[in-house]
């Protein structure tokens, strides 16, 4: 199978091949697998992934036909990944995200979990992480996932103001998520995540203050969230260009965020990344950290994107034409970029500034380091163990910081 277009990979007897380049080392760094499920029971109006109703999709493809070429392309994975000098690598993280990956139900997860296991052995330890909606959830659900080996639960709760939910387009009720995120623990899940969005037109200090007592009442050990961003193409951003609803106010989102931080920090949760809160090292999500630390990992399914020592490639979007695709014997890409040595330097920049480990000074220029500690002067960022690290209101410019890092000359 091969990456069509692509200068980092070749084709070989029909099969994909990586560059021996970017096969150095695979296995040394943390490896991987994402799985992606196209499928929603409707379209919230903020969403610009790549999903599709059943609607939208008509006869063209469903859940059968996507788990077929899923196992396809799993195993695709390891045959291209076995060229390695140490052979196919040992997965550390599974992550299972969407569109809506509890509406295959436990029976339809536990079997995406037993496609990835008959391609890869998974490290002692792995974290296995299902994204779920709180309203195709149960105890039940809970019970099956837990049995089948999964170590981690993602809910999108969103707000727990009804008036927000509705804004959103977000189906659950108000208190569905905070109950799915109990029935999970009462199933054994030690970690449990609840995601926020904040700076929803219409929320109210008292609407952020009420998702925030109810997040801290689930007992969850993990918190992200993350400003409303308006996307072009959704259809809140038509009603924020017709007038129907106001864009978001950056100095609200600012004091919604620093709001956020100080209840989550008071009960024990602190921030790793920017968006993100954890109880401990433990409740860190360790397939994100692999993300911004520069791992490898396989993106399985439509759109996904993937990436391996430096060479990048994402997947064809539409359900349809991906599973046609593997059933012709190819692997489904849709495009694909080498990365430069500037580039793997911008994105580790990029990526590392967020955490609260912060960025290496080795890892700078001396322009960058130059503008680095200007900001150390402008309070944005603190000196910490080699390091440079947002402070509390650096974090509120984190973008900006950033910016003026990378694009230092």
């Known amino acids: 199978m091969s990456i069509p277009g692509s200068p980092?990979?070749?084709?070989?007897?029909?099969?994909?091949?990586l560059p021996s380049a970017a096969l150095e080392g695979v296995g040394e760094r943390p490896f991987g697998v994402y799985i992606h499920v196209p499928f929603c029971a409707t379209r919230c109006g903020y969403c610009d992934f790549n999903t599709y109703t059943a609607g939208e999709l008509g006869t063209s493809a469903s859940p059968a036909s996507w788990l077929e070429g899923l196992?396809?392309?799993?195993?695709?994975?390891?045959?291209?990944?076995a060229a390695a000098p140490g052979g196919s690598p040992r997965v550390d993280t599974v992550f299972v995200g969407g569109g809506t990956p509890s509406l295959l139900g436990g029976s339809g997860l536990t079997e995406v979990l037993?496609?990835?296991?008959?391609?890869?052995?998974?490290s002692d330890g792995a974290e296995v992480t299902t994204e779920s909606n709180p309203e195709s959830t149960s105890r039940q659900f809970f019970d099956e996932l837990r049995a089948a080996g999964y170590?981690?639960?993602?809910?999108?709760?969103?707000?727990?103001?009804?008036?927000?939910?509705?804004?959103l387009d977000r189906t659950h009720t108000p208190g569905r998520a905070v109950a799915a995120a109990r029935e999970a623990r009462a199933a054994g899940f030690e970690h449990v995540n609840l995601d926020l969005i904040y700076g929803t037109p219409g929320e109210r200090d008292v609407d952020l203050d009420a998702s925030l007592d109810a997040v801290l009442s689930a007992g969850v050990d993990h918190v992200s969230a993350y400003a409303l961003i308006v996307e072009d193409g959704t259809a809140m951003a038509r009603k924020v260009r017709r007038g129907e609803l106001p864009a978001p106010d950056d100095d609200v989102l600012a004091a919604r965020y620093e709001r956020i931080d100080r209840r989550l920090g008071d009960a024990g949760l602190h921030w790793y990344e920017v968006s993100n809160w954890a109880a401990g090292d433990d409740g860190r999500c360790r397939h994100n950290l692999g993300y911004w630390d520069g791992g490898d990992w396989w993106g399985a399914g439509p759109g996904a994107h993937s990436h391996v020592g430096g060479v990048r490639w994402w997947n064809v979007k539409h359900p349809a034409r991906y599973a046609e695709r593997l059933a012709d014997?190819?692997?489904?890409?849709?495009?694909?970029?080498?990365?430069?040595?500037?580039?793997v330097h911008l994105e580790r920049v990029m990526l590392t500034a967020r955490l609260r480990s912060g960025l290496a000074l080795g890892d700078l220029g001396e322009p960058e380091l130059s503008v680095g500690r200007r900001l150390v002067g402008d309070g944005l960022l603190v000196e910490r163990g080699g390091h440079l690290v947002l402070t509390d209101r650096g974090r509120l410019l984190a973008d900006a910081v950033v910016r003026d890092i990378v694009t230092a000359v």
């Open 151 to 167: 170590s981690r639960i993602s809910l999108g709760m969103q707000s727990a103001a009804e008036h927000v939910l509705r804004v």
């Open 8 to 17: 980092a990979a070749a084709r070989d007897a029909g099969r994909f091949v």
């Open 71 to 81: 196992r396809r392309e799993l195993d695709a994975a390891a045959d291209v990944l």
């Open 329 to 343: 014997g190819d692997l489904p890409v849709g495009g694909s970029e080498e990365l430069a040595d500037a580039d």
């Open 114 to 122: 037993d496609a990835v296991r008959g391609a890869f052995s998974l």
